[in-house]
């Protein structure tokens, strides 16, 4: 650690501490900044009350509107899934076959054998034999004898899938900028909320200019910002009770 860095370290370390906070170190040439960190709603006034005891400013407050986030995962997750149990069938498959005794001559000599009497041309007899055959299999086993699907393979074929699970409720975030200058350091905080009750507490109390951040972050995305005393419009019109970049405005 160079002593230039040693405060940036502190930080960072003082904000993984804090519960269920997730650190992480980016590149600023390709993010925008050099801190990512993940908080749970408990935790964001603790966090925020670090970043303003080291010395940061707080440039902006926006949202991030998650809709339709759980139902991707879960496409991706069943595509997943279905791709291993092929890979899992096909090594199978290829191990059977690998492992498949071959057929030696007087096996196949007696094979033949057998099955003569049924297939020569002949007598009553065997012209009776083979009709009793046939009939015994298509009223017993005959749906196993005409698909070639074993009787567990058409077992499994006919159990309905498992009905599939409510999906969890998508979320919205909402990001915290910070920057120092004197360390040329900038940390983005993120907190997450349900959708359909986007709410987290007030910053103004630490940062006052969080009080005209919130209200247009309210008037866009519709998070309430408990404990905000003036939670009114600031750039829609008084009675507006839309928010423009919510994914499904308009929808």
């Known amino acids: ?27 600023y040439a390709a993010k925008g900044y050099d801190l990512d960190v993940s908080l749970t709603p408990e935790t964001l006034v603790p966090a925020v009350t670090i970043m303003d005891e080291a010395g940061y400013f707080l440039e902006t ?43 030696t001559g007087s096996e196949s000599a007696a094979a033949t054998s057998s099955a003569a009497p049924n297939t020569a041309p002949g007598t009553g007899a065997d012209v009776g034999t083979v009709a009793g055959a046939g009939a015994a299999t298509n009223s017993g086993s005959g749906t196993a004898t005409k698909t070639g699907a074993t009787p567990a393979q058409d077992t499994a074929a006919q159990v309905p899938p498992p009905e599939a699970a409510p999906l969890p409720e998508d979320e919205i975030e909402v990001v915290y900028d910070f920057n120092r200058f004197e360390s040329r350091h900038r940390v983005v905080l993120r907190v997450r909320t349900p959708r359909s009750q986007p709410q987290v507490p007030t910053i103004l109390n630490i940062y006052p200019i969080a009080h005209w951040h919130e209200r247009e972050a309210h008037d866009f995305f519709g998070i309430v910002f408990t404990g905000h005393s003036y939670l009114v419009p600031l750039l829609l019109p008084e009675d507006a009770d839309f928010h423009p970049l919510l994914k499904d405005y308009g929808a």
């Open 61 to 103: 407050i926006t949202g991030v509107d998650w809709l339709g986030e759980q139902a991707a995962l879960r496409k991706a997750a069943e595509a997943a899934e279905a791709a291993e149990a092929k890979a899992r069938a096909d090594a199978q498959a290829k191990l059977a076959e690998e492992t498949k005794p071959e057929t």
């Open 1 to 27: 650690m160079t002593q230039q860095n040693a405060p940036n370290e502190a930080l960072a370390a003082k904000l993984a501490a804090l519960s269920g906070a997730e650190v992480r170190q980016t590149d």
